[in-house]
């Protein structure tokens, strides 16, 4: 095993590598750049390395830095986690070739699979059901103009290089389709490092559903099952949930040995994740591989009743996988909604500012992996999410409801989140009724608008509070209000300077 492990991520997710290593005796690295000196990940690591100025590329996507950084500190592997370099086969080549174990698929099997048109391919070799599309990058405009015509619009540019619904656009029409592939272009060479694009065909309100894999180096490969990320914005998912309420047992094995055997073909190991697309007639079509943890993962782990990413860094260190196929089973339903940085009245833009007061949720079976407190300053640099609330439950409905009650006790103040609108998404009739699809919230929450009634009377309440250093006093807003003891009320009795 490991004695050290490097995090070459940020935010909520470095935070949950280094929780897994601690548990495991395994020291952590942390790396930072010029905007991350106070960041939680880089308070709980062992040890942290500035890498470079804020912009990714400098960064967090700096491959030189980070190689360097590991070796410095005589870390010996790095979890990349999701995001940033987690896809690039050649950041894994250059671990390999630095004596460091890249926690993840190898160089090759990440090309294959890391790379969106590679892996189209390679789930063509064995027959999966694939969405149209073109099985190459496309260099010229017009490749993308014949490819395009060929599928028929509507279209979706795709960047090839990574997931997390960067560089995604909806083409409808021809004269879209310029201006589009070079936004796409931009915005995956500023995610990823590689501006490299393709077009599949668009499908319309559609059920997105994901199979969680892993594979060690011994023959051993499973699934654990599925989960439902249908609710998105921008392409991107905000809220996910397992099991799936459009799957049942047939369809679910169906799903599930495409899954592992897309892996097993591309001789991948480490953790995975299968995607599909689910038509209204409950057909399904490979989607991509993401080479990588997802965000998501926390609902496979209480429900699987497993640690993901432990079980990432054991693979990595080349042990077996302890279960087989045969042993494995849902139990529960679990929800997760993830919480970003944005304005959903205003397009979900980016709401960068100063966290002025964190309280999370608490109570049975209501975990939270965030990655702010009170007090920090979220930058405009990087992907605005901030935290992912994850409720489990014996079914979906109490799931559902213990959702509802942890968002109501979410508090972030000072900078607007989307805590109040996945209240609402959750609370929806037809999220209840989980008739859900891609475009749930275009069809049924286009216009949102946050519930005003006593919002700012209790903003202003708990922002006095806190700039006060003690609970705000009674102002009508009960329960509703932090409950939690300051550190000076809870130290007992003491004096300065006393002996």
């Known amino acids: 095993m490991f004695k050290k492990i490097l995090i070459a991520n940020r935010g909520e997710i470095a935070l949950r590598v280094i929780r897994a290593s601690r548990e495991m005796g395994i020291a952590t ?22 890498i470079g100025p804020p912009p990714p590329l400098e960064s967090y996507l700096n491959i030189d830095a980070i190689v360097s950084a590991a070796k410095s500190t005589g870390a010996e592997a790095i979890h990349p986690g999701y995001g940033f370099l987690a896809e690039n086969p050649q950041f894994a080549r250059r671990c390999e070739e630095s004596d460091l174990v890249f926690i993840g698929p190898d160089s090759r099997a990440l090309a294959l699979v890391g790379d969106k048109v590679a892996s189209r391919k390679a789930a063509a070799g064995i027959k999966a059901p694939l969405i149209p599309g073109m099985m190459a990058v496309g260099k010229a405009l017009r490749e993308f103009e014949e490819a395009a015509k060929r599928i028929g619009y509507p279209i979706l540019i795709k960047a090839s290089g990574g997931g997390g619904g960067k560089g995604m656009h909806i083409v409808r029409s021809p004269k879209e389709l310029s201006s589009a592939i070079e936004t796409s272009r931009r915005e995956a060479r500023s995610a990823f490092g590689d501006d490299s694009v393709y077009l599949e065909k668009y499908l319309e309100q559609p059920r997105h559903v994901e199979f969680q894999v892993l594979a060690d180096r011994h023959g051993g490969i499973v699934h654990l099952f599925e989960r439902e990320c249908s609710i998105q914005r921008r392409h991107q998912k905000i809220l996910e949930e397992t099991p799936s309420v459009a799957l049942d047992d047939k369809l679910r094995r169906r799903m599930g040995e495409t899954a592992v055997a897309i892996i097993k073909a591309a001789n991948y190991h480490n953790a995975g994740t299968v995607e599909f697309l689910l038509d209204k007639d409950r057909n399904f079509y490979f989607l991509e591989v993401n080479a990588r943890i997802q965000v998501e993962h926390p609902i496979t782990e209480m429900v699987m009743g497993v640690d993901l990413v432990k ?35 205003q397009g979900f833009l980016p709401s960068p500012g100063k966290i002025l007061l964190v309280e999370e949720p608490e109570g049975p079976n209501i975990r939270c992996d965030s990655g702010i407190y009170s007090g920090i300053e979220v930058t405009p640099h990087y992907d605005p999410i901030l935290s992912k609330l994850i409720v489990w439950s014996e079914d979906r409905e109490s799931a559902r409801r213990r959702m509802i009650s942890a968002l109501s006790d979410y508090v972030i103040l ?62 009508g807003v009960r329960e509703q209000m932090p409950r939690r003891p300051t550190p000076w009320q809870t130290a007992g009795k003491w004096t300065i300077g006393g002996s």
């Not at 260190?317 to 304005?343: M, T, V, W």
């Open 311 to 345: 079980l990432q860094i054991r693979i990595a260190s080349g042990e077996a996988l302890p279960f087989q196929q045969s042993d494995l089973k849902q139990r529960g339903h679990a929800i997760e909604c993830r919480i970003y940085a944005e304005n959903p009245e």
């Open 414 to 475: 000072g900078i607007p989140t989307t805590v109040a609108f996945l209240t609402d998404v959750v609370s929806h009739p037809e999220f209840a009724a989980g008739n859900t699809h891609t475009h749930f919230i275009e069809q049924y929450l286009p216009q949102w608008r946050k519930d005003e009634r006593d919002g700012n009377l209790l903003e202003i309440a708990l922002i006095a509070g806190a700039l006060a250093g003690s609970q705000p006093s009674s102002v």
């Open 29 to 50: 690295v942390a790396v930072y750049s010029a905007v991350d000196r106070g960041a939680r990940h880089v308070q709980m690591a062992d040890e942290a390395v500035f």
